[in-house]
């Protein structure tokens, strides 16, 4: 029933920043908390970083700390990643993810996840 589409990927530069959206149809963003994972050609899935259903908790990757910034808007039916301080590293397909209740690091606990928005970044 829920469903979820990512947005805003592309090709950028070394320290370019981008904006990764999440839209999320069917049940109310506001019971879910929403997470964001990323794959990089060749590597297993990771964590990237999470917010709480109502928005006052996040938690991010070490290799991200800093650099982005998760986020929910205010109407409640969209996720947002703000990436800065772009990495090639950074390259890889990111997927947004719903789970019900609670936010994690392990893929597990996410119930729905978007198709993925490509991110490439170059030298």
């Known amino acids: 029933q829920v469903q979820l589409v990512e947005s805003g990927g592309g090709l950028v530069q070394t320290g370019d920043s981008l904006r990764l959206s999440c839209v999320v149809s069917g049940r109310t963003l506001s019971s879910y908390a929403m997470g964001w994972f990323r794959q990089a050609p060749g590597k297993e899935r990771e964590f990237v970083a999470a917010?709480?259903?109502?928005?006052?908790?996040?938690d991010y990757a070490d290799s991200v700390k800093g650099r982005f910034t998760i986020s929910r808007d205010g109407v409640k039916n969209t996720a947002h990643l703000q990436m800065g301080s772009l990495e090639p590293e950074d390259t890889a397909l990111y997927y947004c993810a719903a789970a019900p209740r609670y936010f994690s690091r392990g893929s597990e606990g996410y119930d729905y996840w978007g198709q993925g928005t490509q991110v490439t970044v170059s030298s």
């Open positions: 917010i709480s259903s109502s928005g006052g908790l996040t």
